[in-house]
């Protein structure tokens, strides 16, 4: 049996499980170092879209809070007594009369008179402006040759684009002379134009 001894002042050592240990400190180190780093960029990125999306949605906040303070002013009418209210329903009447054209009424009423029949008399019973238009009650009263010619003047202002509309008619008897009186009441509404 042969025995083998180390006589050196420095017994031999085996160094290379150390190197192993170091070697795996290092890459466990090295690998732990772009993982908080991988990490840290993805939490940095979530920040910053969270903080985006606050941002819109502070954003919507305010804008919301705008619109109702908007609704609240527009809501907040101030209070009319008695008086003011017909005053206000006086100056809305002047403003439809005044926009409202006789001229323009009796011409767009002779184009739909029938041959041999004249107007009488009309009669304007009230003129609203509804959303910036002008609306009339309208009563026409005219005397004809024949009972066709109602007929014929209700189908003629029925064709007339919107412009007037018919809301009821009646036809009296027939006179002395052989002319027929009859009346229309109709809705005028001159903004409209004939179709």
């Known amino acids: 049996m042969r025995t083998s001894l180390n ?14 240990a170091i070697a795996l400190v290092f890459f466990i180190s090295l690998w732990l ?19 985006g999306m606050v941002k819109a949605q502070e954003g919507k906040v305010e804008e919301y809070k705008k619109d109702l303070e908007r609704r609240i002013k527009a809501d907040q009418r101030l209070p ?7 005053e206000l329903a006086s100056a809305r ?6 926009a409202f054209s006789w001229n323009r009424l009796i011409a767009d009423i002779e184009r739909f008179v029938p041959n041999h029949a004249k107007v009488a008399s009309i009669q304007v019973s009230g003129a609203s402006t509804e959303s910036g238009s002008v609306v009339a009650q ?9 009972t066709a010619q109602l007929t014929e003047m209700m189908e003629s202002l029925e064709k007339s684009g ?5 809301r009821s008619f009646s036809q009296e008897a027939v006179a002395d002379t052989g002319e ?16």
């Not at 309208?138 to 040759?145: D, R, T």
């Not at 919107?162 to 018919?166: I, P, T, W």
């Open 7 to 20: 006589l050196s002042s420095r017994p031999f050592a085996n160094h290379r499980l150390f190197w192993i």
């Open 33 to 51: 170092g772009l993982w908080v780093n991988s990490e840290k960029s993805r939490v940095i990125a979530k920040a910053d879209e969270v903080a």
């Open 80 to 86: 009319l007594n008695e008086q003011d209210a017909v």
């Open 93 to 98: 009447q002047l403003i439809a009369n005044k």
């Open 138 to 146: 309208v009563e026409i009263k005219a005397i004809g040759q024949t």
């Open 162 to 166: 919107g412009l007037f509309e018919v």
């Open 180 to 195: 027929v009186p009859f009346s229309l009441r109709v809705t005028y509404l001159p903004n409209r134009s004939e179709g």
